[in-house]
């Protein structure tokens, strides 16, 4: 009786158990070069004192300018080289406050970014609340 006792006790006691948490990525985790969705760019992030940012590097094939661009002096700058992820800060485990540039539609757009691997980045960029937005998926180039 005491054995089915210590049994029925344990069972009761592990439904009530949480999981571990899991453990945040220390914030220079997003620092490298990041492959976009549509595979069409290299991203650079890097660290900057008390942010991040992060600037094309890589190939935009066709070569291409930033034709978008609602400052017309701005329309004849080549892509590879703008920095188009601004003023990121690290908290509990995402990278918040932070604004994506666009050059296809030549907007900018508030931005999350996060970690769920350690090879891959969901950016999430939106207007207004992070409701109205679209995520995409990079991949971490070695």
Known sequence: ????????????????QRPAPVAAPPADAIVGRWLTA??????QI????????????????PPRLDDHNPDLALRRRPLVGIV????FRYAEGAWTDGT???????????????????????VR???GISLFGRTDTWTRLN
């Open 1 to 16: 009786m005491r054995a089915l006792l210590a049994i029925g006790t344990l069972a009761t006691a592990s439904l009530f």
């Open 38 to 43: 549509d595979k069409s760019g290299i991203i």
């Open 46 to 61: 890097y660290a900057r004192p008390g942010s991040y940012e992060g600037k094309v590097v890589g190939p935009v094939a």
């Open 84 to 87: 188009n992820l601004r003023g």
């Open 100 to 122: 994506i540039y666009d050059p296809n539609s030549g907007k900018t757009y508030s931005c999350t970014l996060r970690l769920p691997g350690p090879n891959t980045l969901t």
């Open 125 to 127: 960029g939106y207007v």
